[in-house]
């Protein structure tokens, strides 16, 4: 008695292209990863127990309405930058800090240590009011 054989079709998934899309993405991910250009504000916080001399400088306070008061004078995020560089004119050697408000945004804090920036300063101290 004959029975007719059904064939059986041995086929297995072939996982080669798939490992081969794999890897190109990860070289594609670890390229574009290594070029990323990140930029930061260096800050520099004041050590608690430390003497500090006299010496002048150019305080900026950051308030929460989003203005500003430089050694006492208030002024717009507008005219911040000028008036800080004419007081570095009148005098080169003073130092430059930022002092942070209660409920002051990130922005505007941003915007004073750029200040400190346009005058040279590399770091900015950054004071908790």
Avoid: H
């Amino acid at each position: 008695m004959y029975q007719p054989s059904i064939p059986q079709d041995d086929s297995e998934i072939n996982l080669t292209p798939m490992l081969d899309v794999v890897f190109i993405m990860l070289i594609f991910f670890i390229v574009t990863a290594t070029f990323l250009n990140e930029y930061g504000v260096d800050i520099a916080l004041p050590p608690e127990f430390s003497e500090v001399a006299e010496v002048e400088s150019i305080s900026v306070l950051v308030q929460s309405d989003g203005s500003f008061v430089v050694n006492g004078r208030p002024l717009s995020k507008a005219s911040l930058i000028p008036y800080v560089q004419a007081l570095y004119g009148q005098n080169p050697e003073a130092g430059f800090s930022v002092r942070m408000g209660a409920g002051s945004r990130v922005g505007d804090i941003v915007a004073a240590v750029e200040a400190g920036r346009a005058l040279g300063f590399g770091i900015v101290p950054l004071v908790p009011e």
